[in-house]
């Protein structure tokens, strides 16, 4: 496939990469969209002779190639990199920047399944870990230790929805000679930019806002310049849990939308926060675009928009949390997020279970919402009847 690189569309627009870079229309049929190679192996050219150098698809594969373009791009980072799930993907950066003995700093309200990945396999391998407020750059630079190679942020966080600054952490890192590595999946690449702000590594899950439909399992790694992209590489190939083609298809199948779903996501979260905040059974709303968030300042630096993630409590503690999460109707009860559907779920008991009676355990009277594109006023009028 006849593809153009990232770099032909470095000075265009957002939408207009999410929509073209690494997509030119196919050289040989003149097909729009990219092609499924649904391939595992490809015809040499004699010994050693790789045509367009391709030679077997848990290497390299033209679709992949092409969503790992788009993803550069999209990010700003010199090489990208399409992975079967964002755990596979995880994995496979924490062990291309760290071996046995090294140190590694995360938040202390991490994603339940980046600290299970930490806590229970890497840590087995002979790394170690401490978390830490990421929120607060001092607690940061205090937790830096000699041997600390990598510090992992999520931004904004899941589910407490806190929000650390990329540019004072990348400036720590730079001094630790650590790597720092931004998990943008709450944002996307449409709302926040983390190589621009420092970041050595961008990871997503795919699955998430990338994908947006609920269809497909897949993650992705972007780094900042080409080496330490083609380290990863290595890994990923050596590893090998790469993203098959129709799951790279179908991840730019949604990221062609990205950018007007993320707009409709923000609008819709926005007016969700402004009734949660008037409900009488809510005790806080957690949402970086809220004034009184303390990172807010942080927030509206470094994002476009809030996002689409809205997390709140409930003043009758786990039995309310629970009881809404059930009484929902048009928000789907769920894990996952970032799809076109809303979905609410119970954080303690659901996608945090992992941490429970850990430092990262979340509080039980915490319900999560991923805020989908359907008409407000349903949404709305769902809330308001779970709630009554």
């Not at 496939?1 to 569309?9: C, I, V, W």
């Not at 997020?337 to 355990?361: D, F, K, Q, Y």
Request: with cysteine.
């Amino acid at each position: 496939m006849a593809g153009m690189s990232k770099d032909a569309y470095a000075s265009t627009g957002f939408n207009t990469r999410a929509i073209h870079a690494g997509q030119e229309p196919d050289s040989l049929t003149g097909a729009v969209a990219v092609p499924i190679y649904q391939t595992s192996t490809y015809k040499q050219d004699g010994v050693g002779g790789l045509r367009s150098g391709y030679e077997y698809s848990r290497s390299a594969n033209p679709t992949r190639t092409a969503l790992e373009e788009c993803l550069a791009a999209l990010e700003g980072g010199a090489r990208g990199l399409a992975f079967a799930s964002a755990l596979a993907a995880e994995d496979t950066v924490l062990r291309t920047l760290c071996v046995p003995g090294d140190h590694i700093l995360l938040p202390d309200d991490a994603y339940g399944g980046t600290f299970r990945l930490i806590a229970r396999v890497l840590a087995r391998w002979g790394v170690d870990y401490s978390a830490v407020a990421m929120h607060d750059a001092a607690q940061v630079a205090a937790a830096v230790r000699p041997n600390t190679k990598v510090v992992w942020v999520e931004t904004p966080t899941n589910p407490l929805l806190n929000i650390a600054d990329i540019a004072a952490l990348s400036e720590i890192s730079q001094r630790a000679n650590a790597k720092l590595v931004v998990d943008n999946t709450f944002a996307s690449p449409y709302l926040q930019q983390p190589i621009a702000l420092g970041a050595d590594v961008v990871v997503h899950s795919t699955t998430k806002y990338l994908g947006g439909h609920s269809d497909v399992v897949g993650g992705a790694a972007i780094a900042r310049d080409a080496e330490l992209g083609e380290e990863i590489a290595f890994h990923q190939n050596a590893m090998g849990a790469v993203s098959g083609p129709f799951d790279a298809w179908l991840v730019m199948r949604g990221i062609k939308t990205l950018g007007v779903r993320m707009d409709r996501h923000c609008e819709n979260a926005e007016q969700i926060v402004e009734f949660l905040t008037a409900h009488p059974a809510v005790t806080s709303v957690l949402y970086p675009g809220l004034p009184e968030h303390p990172n807010h300042d942080v927030a509206a630096k470094q994002m476009v928009k809030f996002g689409g993630m809205v997390s709140f409590r409930l003043r009758g503690g786990e039995d309310a949390a629970l009881k809404v999460c059930e009484l929902a109707h048009v928000f789907t009860l769920g894990e996952s997020l970032g799809g076109v559907e809303s979905l609410i779920e119970h954080p303690g008991r659901m996608t945090h279970a992992s941490v429970a009676n850990s430092p990262l355990e979340v509080p039980a009277d915490l319900v999560r919402l991923s805020v989908g594109i359907e008409n407000i006023e349903d949404l709305l009028a769902d809330l308001a009847a779970a709630l009554a």
